[in-house]
């Protein structure tokens, strides 16, 4: 059993693990560090207690580590990094594809007003329900669904993240992007997937940007039909 000091200890390591990547991607970003508000909210929320128990001990490597149904939770540096990009307000409502234990969703719950978050394997969902809901995460909805077709009955989002990758965008996510909002998404083939930051500007027009590769499982694509 791992004594809350040693959580505490772990958790500064990956706190000056993520400043360092930081630093490292700092030409890409354009900046030598990540938002304050980003680094407080990661360091508030507990990994160990987003893990499956037997991994706790692991939780603050920079690691990803495995929930179980093939899925992993994402290593702290990337849930940091997509995160800073979409330079969340306290105003906004995002939108997250990929549920899962419920990790990511507790770190945009610090800093958005609204998060709603689509699962598509009951069980994770319904685990991450409990962990959200037991460290106060009373902000973040969820629904268990196909994340390509997004959640269009609470659209548009300011924001959105996904941590599934398609070989492109989905369109109903685009669509679901407020004008002047950001989403991050990794996407391409399993081999050759990037980190995409896309922009809407206030006129409907979409941009996209490479940001570093990155290794995600892949979003299921609906039957065609």
């Keep these: 059993m791992i004594a809350p000091e040693e959580f505490e200890l772990l958790r ?20 030598p560090a990540f938002d304050q508000r980003v680094m ?48 969340i307000g306290a105003g906004d409502a995002v939108l997250e ?11 945009l719950a610090q800093l958005a007003d609204k998060v709603y978050s689509v699962e598509i394997i009951d069980e994770l969902a ?8 037991r460290h106060g995460c009373n902000n973040v909805e969820l629904k268990i669904a196909n994340g390509y077709h997004g959640w269009a009955e609470h659209a548009p989002f300011d924001k959105i993240v996904m941590a599934a990758a398609p070989d492109l965008i989905p369109a109903p ?9 950001k989403m991050v998404a990794p996407a391409g083939l399993s081999d050759a997937q990037q980190l995409m930051l896309v922009e809407k500007d206030a006129g409907g027009r979409v941009r996209m940007r490479e940001i570093l590769p990155v290794r995600f499982s892949q979003l299921e694509e609906p039957e065609p039909g």
Excluded: C, W
């Design 126 to 133: 319904r685990q991450a329900k409990l962990r959200l809901e």
């Design 40 to 87: 407080t909210a990661m360091a508030k929320v507990p990994r160990h207690e987003f893990v499956p128990i037997e991994l706790q001990a692991y939780a603050y490597a920079n690691i990803p580590l495995p929930i179980g149904f093939d899925k992993t939770v994402s290593q702290p540096f990337i849930v940091a990094l997509m995160t800073d990009l979409l330079e």
């Design 173 to 181: 996510l685009l669509q679901q992007l407020k004008a002047g909002g």
């Design 12 to 31: 500064r390591h990956m706190l000056a693990e993520i400043s360092a990547g930081a630093l490292h991607v700092s030409g890409v970003i354009g900046k």
């Design 97 to 107: 594809i990929g549920t899962g234990l419920g990790y990511h969703a507790a770190i």
